[in-house]
Structure formats: structure tokens, C-alpha cells
């Protein structure tokens, strides 16, 4: 077993501040730290479509059982990063249950990750250099796509020991 530190900081001027100003009344300052067991770690860097289906990230009965797990008894950590040099092009997240049918392929008016609509199956969307640090049991197949192509995505997942 080994022990991660992941620690999120945020903090900004208050709304009022001449030089770039905050989103609130008042200055913010928030730090979360936690020390975390993990036994592994998987990392890769990715290409997703940007057309046709979308790209199986990551299939969750892979590393947990099919099913019936408890909370907190499987699963890991999981840090998602837009890695894109740069651009406005988009990174999009989405799930479905482990072994379900993957989303449709991408395009308006179906239920991929790029839908519009309430249809989709997309969790996030990435701009370049945005991150994600979730907790993920397991019980999801995690897909992603971009909204254009030669985009980066990279992910670490800490399995939870």
C-alpha cells in the first residue's frame, strides 16, 4: 500500500478588487488536503473521436465486480486533465452503466457526449488545461469524445487499496 496527498486550493480577490477581481463578496481562500491509501496507478494519454463513437475511457468491470459492490468497499481516484496545448476545443466526460451500450455516436440530436439536450450521457466537459479529481467506484464505464480532433486527454486512476 502507498499514501497520495491530493490537496485542492482555491482562491480569488473579492468581487470588489481593481486587479482581477473574484466572484464574491470576499476574498476566498479554501484548501482541502486528504491522505489517501492507494495500491496502484494507471496513467495514459489519450486521443478521443471526434466523430462516431465515442472512445471507452475506462470500463469499470475491469477493475471491480460486476456488481452488488458495497460503498466505499471498491473503487479509486480518478484525475482527468484537457492536456490540449492549446485552443478552444472541448473534452467531454460522459458515463453509462458498467456493460450498458455504449452512448450513440456523436453528432446533435443523438445521446452522445456532445448532445445538447438532456439526452446526453456526458458527465463534463473539459476546456483546455481544465481538470477533474473524482472518487469512482467502479459501477460506470467512463467514455469520452472531443469536439474536434488531435485533442489530449490524460488520466491517472489511484486504485483505492
Sequence with gaps: MATITPTLTLTSNASTATTLPGPISVALSLSATDSLTVDSVESKIVTPANSGAPTLLLAGNTYGPDSGDTGGTHGGYLYLKNATATGTSLIYIGTVLQGASAPANMGAGTTALDNADDATFRLMTLKVGEFAWIPWDYMQDIY?????????LEYFLFDRG
Design 144 to 152: 469520452c469524445g472531443a469536439s474536434s480532433g488531435s485533442q489530449s
